[in-house]
């Protein structure tokens, strides 16, 4: 036998445990020659199985586990690609199955559709062995004449290896039919996972799909699906059967190694051509950006461009892209200045799709296409991401529904997923579970694996020993962190195609999306285009932003227009005064960006660009050569025009390039490909380029040491060299953000909030920063507030679906009603909101204080609520006008409560708006205590011994290296939040102060090695 047919994998979701790559490594160390997938109704892994087996020596069966519909039922069919045809018919079927509202294939439909597919029936769950089981016989020798019909010689019968007694009966059952009517029998172990030890794991996930339950005394259903060698399946076959399946597997020779392209065309006007057309509109372009001022430089550039693009193909691509984003503008939706190395392109600025000049920033077509390097382009538009989708449906519209489709991506389980679907089949309690999964970190910084948290975690282990349900699914747990638990719709790309998706690639529906089932990295391969349609939430704000200045001020700003040398922007930034601006907002940036006294765009590029790892090293040399501390080295003199403009520090590709290009005589092709081969570490394209760099530098008269010395500092650079770019476009958007904060606090405040009226950090931060420019933040009102914070007579008014547990479809029934004219009281809100509001939504309305306005605090509303509500139901009854009912108005005994009613009323305040808005109560505490350091001036006192008053948000224990506790804690003041940790010691001094909700004096120093935190010393509880 010289290989296996049945492998399903971890992309049949919940039903396996198979990773392709281990899969084929598997297969390789056990010297398989053969292997198929056959997935259930999706093609996932197709192409990434295909490249790995080839990769490892391995001939790759593509098939499919379909499902078929039969008199009304459905059975599964194994369908095997013999050819490249047969590969698009499973594509064809596949995207049938997963279209159609049966999710099947009707067997007529299938039968026109398998001409180059082996087909394989039987098998213990087929309809075959369906009648079999249930001792009918005649019905089993007519399905199999049926098969026969539909599949002629393609047809086989399946057994498969099991250690069930009735499967084994049905199988003797299968093979004597097959001799009584000439079909070939095939024999295969199922594999679902690939270990036997992991048998079990592969219960739990389907114990989990169905939801039954499992125990510690239960053992695998089945623990002989993992993949065996050939010797031990051969052996469980005969001769005849074995010879089967090696003439099943030489009968399937499928090359997908140069699979056809589907590139789409744009529409064009009768006699018109692709190329024609973009040269029309770039040369129009370039006119238009610099009326009488082109120069032969931009000519020559924009000529070689589009030669370049031409002969790659790319024509049609280019004006794809143009369409889009001028219906994007024409349409007032928000497109950003560029993204990633499309701004390096002359093409793309003409056109309107980049709004970035790349000749002014030395930005290098070369970066983004060239022919040394032939791959598809690939420019990525950003758009307001509120209306991001208007753009996809426009070019749905334009191309057509069955020529635009999202693209596939997974959602892996990861460990605490794992612990928590796992554990629940086995009966473990939430809370423990809980507890459990929460031990193993998940952060970008400190991500660790179920294992390794319980091989170095003592607490962890224990926990985990602590249960025997728990020890027992460990292992499966470990496994099951790593594979696919869904598949979901790639947030940005977009596949066009010249031809019908549903003919050349697998596609599902998701959300009521179209979505091609081939993930981001097999696309281009695949003969597709992709296209990334980014939402961008800063453009929504900037947007926001822009218009509310047009509606307050009667002044249009058109956000590209603006100049890069705004002194107030510069000023606000050297502040640190970063909340809310694009790629400068963290703690370590807005650092960065006041140590650089940030006085130009090309300040904002390059502090992007070197605050990464990597390139951070070179920030204190950077800010050094700056200020004048340090000279500028440029390596070499011929370097200053290339390096000037970052003081002779190599931060970006793009002088890589011109370095490279300068010395040694490379074209830019050719200089990209070294850069290249310089970060990716390939030894040996590198080694070879660097002879002929050498050899070049000679050759324009440089020195043996020079040559070699400049080699070695760009392939130092060359490992972090960021794309300049991109930079600059991260730059733009940073900058109109900053613009737009510095000339207009009170727009800029509003869309923050707005945006970011979940997040109470920010809350806090923002409204910190209005008061200290004495903008005040009014209290949200039934009457004046709107469905984002607004701007008020010089001040903002606090939105009204900012507050908990009111949405937006409740304000526009508020809207609607309250159009007429305010309310005027209590009553008049119930009267005229009828049955429009719940009494969840009622009572955060009450405690954020919305009816302030009617003169009576949220207790006392509360307090004579039902009388409200039986006075409306009165008016009801009697059909009274109201208005005629002012001698019933109610009676409010109280004044405002006292002090104890105050606090509480504060307290309510919070929960519904997420921040303390009239008053703070820590601000009296922190002049009884003597505490007179904010947390939001935390930064100016970095290395050195604080004290500052904070409500606990967050308290986070785990296990240090050692095994020993500690805490990371989160805490707010009225000015910000701030993070600190507890090491073993501090912990078990105060672990019993570390509640949440709880005040606290912290006294501690302040740190700033990855973050701003505070390391506690001791804590007071006040």
């Keep these: 036998m010289k290989g296996n047919i049945n492998v399903v994998t971890s992309y049949s979701f919940q039903k396996s445990t198979v990773l392709i790559r281990e899969l084929v490594a598997k297969a390789k160390q056990l010297n398989i020659g053969a292997l198929g997938i056959c997935d259930h109704d999706n093609m996932y892994g197709a192409l990434e199985f295909y490249h790995e087996c080839v990769r490892s020596g391995i001939k790759p069966l593509i098939g499919l586990n379909a499902s078929v519909l039969i008199e009304s039922q459905t059975y599964p069919l194994l369908l095997y690609a013999k050819n490249y045809q047969g590969y698009l018919e499973l594509v064809r079927i596949t995207s049938i199955i997963n279209t159609s509202g049966n999710n099947a294939i009707e067997i007529e439909q299938l039968a026109k559709k398998a001409r180059n597919l082996h087909v394989v029936g039987g098998d213990y769950n087929g309809l075959i062995a369906y009648s079999l089981k249930r001792m009918m016989p005649q019905r089993a020798n007519a399905n199999l004449l049926l098969f026969k019909e539909y599949f002629k010689e393609n047809f086989y019968l399946g057994i498969s290896v099991s250690l069930i007694e009735m499967e084994n009966q049905i199988n003797a059952q299968i093979i004597d039919l097959a001799n009584s009517h000439g079909v070939k029998v095939v024999g295969y172990n199922k594999v679902r996972y690939l270990e036997r030890e992991d048998a079990f794991a592969c219960d739990l996930l389907e114990a989990s799909l169905s939801g039954a339950s499992l125990s510690v005394h239960d053992e695998p259903n089945n623990p002989c699906n993992y993949l065996k060698?050939?010797?031990?399946?051969?052996?469980?076959?005969?001769?005849?059967?074995?010879?089967?399946?090696?003439?099943?597997?030489?009968?399937?020779?499928?090359?997908?190694?140069?699979?056809?392209?589907?590139?789409?065309?744009?529409?064009?006007?009768?006699?018109?051509?692709?190329?024609?057309?973009?040269?029309?509109?770039?040369?129009?372009?370039?006119?238009?950006?610099?009326?009488?001022?082109?120069?032969?430089?931009?000519?020559?550039?924009?000529?070689?461009?589009?030669?370049?693009?031409?002969?790659?193909?790319?024509?049609?691509?280019?004006?794809?892209?143009?369409?889009?984003?001028?219906?994007?503008?024409?349409?007032?939706?928000?497109?950003?200045?560029?993204?990633?190395?499309?701004?390096?392109?002359?093409?793309?600025?003409?056109?309107?799709?980049?709004?970035?000049?790349?000749?002014?920033?030395?930005?290098?077509?070369?970066?983004?296409?060239?022919?040394?390097?032939?791959?598809?382009?690939?420019?990525?538009?950003?758009?307001?991401?509120?209306?991001?989708?208007?753009?996809v449906n426009y070019v749905i519209s334009k191309y057509g529904v069955d020529h635009v489709a999202g693209i596939v991506t997974f959602t892996t389980y990861g460990p605490r997923v794992a612990i928590k679907d796992l554990g629940k089949v086995m009966g473990l309690s939430l809370p423990y579970l809980e507890m459990l999964s929460k031990q193993v970190p998940t952060g970008p910084k400190n991500k660790k694996t179920i294992m390794e948290v319980y091989n170095t975690s003592n607490h962890f282990a224990s926990l985990v020993d602590s249960s025997p349900a728990m020890a027992k699914i460990l292992r499966s747990c470990a496994l099951v962190e790593r594979i696919p638990k869904n598949a979901s719709t790639h947030a940005a790309g977009i596949v066009l195609s010249s031809s019908n998706l549903l003919e050349v690639a697998p596609v599902g529906i998701n959300n009521g999306l179209r979505v091609v089932q081939y993930s981001k990295d097999y696309i281009e391969e695949a003969g597709f285009l992709k296209m990334d349609f980014l939402g961008l939430r800063n453009l929504s704000v900037i947007k926001s932003i822009v218009d509310q200045v047009e509606i307050n001020r009667g002044l249009r700003i058109n956000i590209n227009d603006i100049g890069f040398d705004d002194k107030r922007t510069f000023n606000l930034l050297s502040r640190g005064n970063t909340l809310g601006i694009f790629q400068l907002e963290s703690s370590g940036m807005t650092d960065l960006i006041k140590r650089m006294q940030i006085s130009s765009l090309e300040d904002i590029i390059a502090a992007i660009a070197l605050y990464r790892p990597g390139p951070m090293e070179n920030i204190p040399d950077y800010i050094a050569r700056k200020k004048g501390e340090v000279p500028v080295d440029y390596i070499i003199d011929d370097l200053k025009g290339i390096l000037q403009s970052t003081y002779g520090i190599?931060?970006?590709?793009?002088?890589?390039?011109?370095?490279?290009?300068?010395?040694?005589?490379?074209?830019?092709?050719?200089?990209?490909?070294?850069?290249?081969?310089?970060?990716?570490?390939?030894?040996?394209?590198?080694?070879?380029?660097?002879?002929?760099?050498?050899?070049?530098?000679?050759?324009?008269?440089?020195?043996?040491?020079?040559?070699?010395?400049?080699?070695?500092?760009?392939?130092?650079?060359?490992?972090?060299?960021?794309?300049?770019?991109?930079?600059?476009?991260?730059?733009?958007?940073?900058?109109?953000?900053?613009?737009?904060?510095?000339?207009?606090?009170?727009?800029?405040?509003?869309?923050?909030?707005?945006?970011?009226?979940?997040?109470?950090?920010?809350?806090?931060?923002?409204?910190?920063?209005?008061?200290?420019?004495?903008?005040?933040?009014?209290?949200?009102?039934?009457?004046?507030?709107?469905?984002?914070?607004?701007?008020?007579?010089?001040?903002?008014?606090?939105?009204?679906?900012?507050?908990?547990?009111?949405?937006?479809?409740?304000?526009?029934?508020?809207?609607?009603?309250?159009?007429d004219r305010p309310f005027e009281s209590i009553d008049d809100f119930i009267y005229r909101m009828d049955n429009k509001i719940n009494a969840q939504t009622m009572m955060a309305l009450i405690d954020s204080g919305c009816f302030k306005e009617f003169n009576h605090p949220p207790h006392e509303i509360k307090d004579n609520l039902f009388a409200h509500v039986a006075r409306y139901e009165n008016i009801k009854k009697f059909n009274l006008d109201k208005f005629a009912l002012g001698d019933l108005e109610v009676a409010y005994q109280d004044d405002w409560g006292g002090k104890k009613q105050a606090a509480i009323n504060l307290e309510l305040e919070k929960q519904a708006l997420g921040v303390y808005l009239s008053s703070h109560p820590l601000t009296n505490l922190k002049q009884t205590h003597h505490v007179d350091i904010d947390v939001i001036d935390l930064s100016s006192h970095i290395n050195q011994k604080v004290r500052v008053l904070v409500n606990l948000t967050r308290v986070k224990v785990i296990q240090d290296k050692n095994g020993n506790n500690m805490a990371f804690i989160e805490g707010q003041d009225e000015t910000a939040s701030l993070a600190g940790v507890l090491f073993f010691e501090s912990y078990q001094r105060f672990a019993k102060m570390l509640v949440r909700g709880s005040n606290v004096i912290i006294e501690g120093r302040v740190d700033y090695s990855r973050e701003l935190q505070i390391i506690v010393n001791s804590l007071i509880r006040v």
């Design 229 to 391: 060698s050939l010797d031990e399946v051969s052996a469980l076959f005969d001769a005849k059967i074995n010879g089967n399946v090696d003439e099943f597997i030489d009968g399937c020779n499928l090359s997908l190694d140069s699979m056809e392209a589907h590139l789409p065309r744009f529409p064009l006007a009768p006699n018109q051509t692709a190329q024609k057309y973009l040269n029309v509109l770039c040369h129009v372009g370039l006119k238009k950006r610099f009326a009488s001022q082109v120069t032969p430089r931009y000519l020559q550039r924009l000529d070689y461009e589009l030669k370049i693009i031409h002969e790659m193909g790319f024509d049609d691509y280019f004006l794809i892209v143009y369409d889009y984003v001028q219906y994007a503008k024409k349409n007032k939706i928000l497109v950003g200045p560029g993204r990633g190395s499309a701004a390096g392109s002359l093409v793309s600025y003409c056109l309107g799709i980049t709004n970035i000049d790349p000749i002014r920033y030395d930005l290098l077509f070369e970066r983004f296409l060239n022919v040394d390097r032939i791959s598809m382009p690939d420019i990525d538009i950003d758009f307001q991401d509120t209306r991001r989708d208007e753009v």
């Design 650 to 819: 190599m931060i970006y590709q793009e002088q890589i390039m011109l370095a490279v290009q300068k010395i040694a005589s490379f074209s830019l092709s050719k200089a990209d490909k070294l850069r290249k081969a310089m970060s990716k570490k390939q030894a040996s394209l590198m080694m070879e380029l660097k002879d002929e760099y050498i050899q070049g530098a000679k050759a324009n008269g440089y020195s043996q040491d020079q040559a070699n010395r400049s080699f070695d500092v760009i392939l130092k650079f060359a490992n972090y060299g960021f794309n300049k770019a991109h930079s600059v476009s991260y730059a733009y958007v940073a900058y109109y953000l900053a613009y737009l904060k510095a000339n207009f606090p009170l727009e800029f405040y509003s869309a923050i909030l707005t945006n970011d009226s979940s997040n109470t950090k920010t809350l806090i931060k923002a409204i910190n920063e209005c008061r200290k420019l004495n903008i005040k933040i009014l209290p949200p009102s039934i009457n004046y507030s709107y469905n984002y914070f607004s701007v008020e007579n010089g001040n903002i008014r606090f939105s009204l679906v900012a507050i908990r547990n009111v949405g937006q479809a409740f304000y526009a029934k508020l809207e609607q009603v309250r159009s």
